[in-house]
C-alpha cells in the first residue's frame, strides 16, 4: 500500500511540476526567439575577397546565410562551413538560390588573399569580407555576435566568439542555424525558407 501511495504522490508532484514549469519554458523560448530576431543589421560598407564593395543590400535576396568565424578557428568554423557546404550540395539546383557570407572577426589576420585562400577548400562559393576591425566590430555587434581575443602564454591569441549561421530572406532575420545542428536539421530550417 505504501509504494502504491508514494506512486500516486510522485505522479501528482510531476504533474504540478509540468503544469507550473511548461509555461514558465514555453514564455523563455519565446522570449529568446524574441531577442534573436531583434537583431536588425546595421548599415556598412566593406570589401569582400574580390575587392568588391559588400553592404546591408548585399544581404538582400530569397536566402542569405551569414556566418561570423576566423580562417585561425581550430574547429567550430571549419566544421560549421563544411557543414553547409554540404547541405548546399544536398539542395542541388535550389542552392543556386542562396548565398553565405564568412564574415570575419579577426580582421587583422583575415586579410582578403588570406580568407579567398581559406573559402577555396569548400566546393560552393562562400563570399569572404574583412575590412577595417572597428567596422567589423558593429557589424557582428548589430547582429548579436560576441566575440573576444583570448591571449595564451606565448603572446599568440585565439578568439572566442558565438557561432551561429545567421538566415535572412529579403534582407530580414527569418532563422539560425547552431553549430551543434545536424546536416538533416540545417537542410531542414534552409528549406523551410526557399
Not at 36 to 61: Q, T
Request: aromatic letters at 12%.
Amino acid at each position: 500500500m505504501k509504494i502504491k501511495t508514494s506512486i500516486i504522490v510522485i505522479c501528482g508532484c510531476l504533474v504540478i511540476f509540468i503544469f507550473v514549469m511548461l509555461p514558465i519554458f514555453l514564455s523563455t523560448q519565446s522570449k529568446k526567439d524574441d531577442y534573436v530576431a531583434s537583431f536588425k543589421g546595421s548599415e556598412f560598407s566593406l570589401k569582400d575577397m574580390n575587392n568588391n564593395v559588400i553592404n546591408e543590400k548585399s544581404f538582400n535576396g530569397p536566402l542569405t546565410a551569414i556566418f561570423f568565424g576566423f580562417t585561425n578557428c581550430p574547429d567550430v568554423c571549419p566544421m560549421t562551413l563544411n557543414k553547409m557546404d554540404i547541405v548546399l550540395d544536398k539542395l542541388k539546383k535550389d542552392k543556386e538560390q542562396i548565398k553565405l557570407f564568412f564574415v570575419s572577426v579577426d580582421p587583422e589576420r583575415d586579410t582578403p588573399e588570406v580568407i579567398k585562400d581559406y573559402l577555396s577548400s569548400y566546393e560552393n562559393n562562400f563570399v569572404g569580407i574583412t575590412g577595417e576591425k572597428e567596422k567589423i566590430f558593429l557589424l557582428y555587434k548589430s547582429w548579436g555576435i560576441m566575440s573576444q581575443k583570448v591571449f595564451t602564454e606565448n603572446g599568440e591569441y585565439n578568439i572566442d566568439h558565438s557561432s551561429p549561421v545567421i538566415l535572412l530572406k529579403d534582407g530580414k532575420y527569418v532563422a539560425r542555424i547552431s553549430h551543434r545542428d545536424d546536416i538533416k536539421k540545417s537542410l531542414k530550417i534552409i528549406k523551410k525558407y526557399l
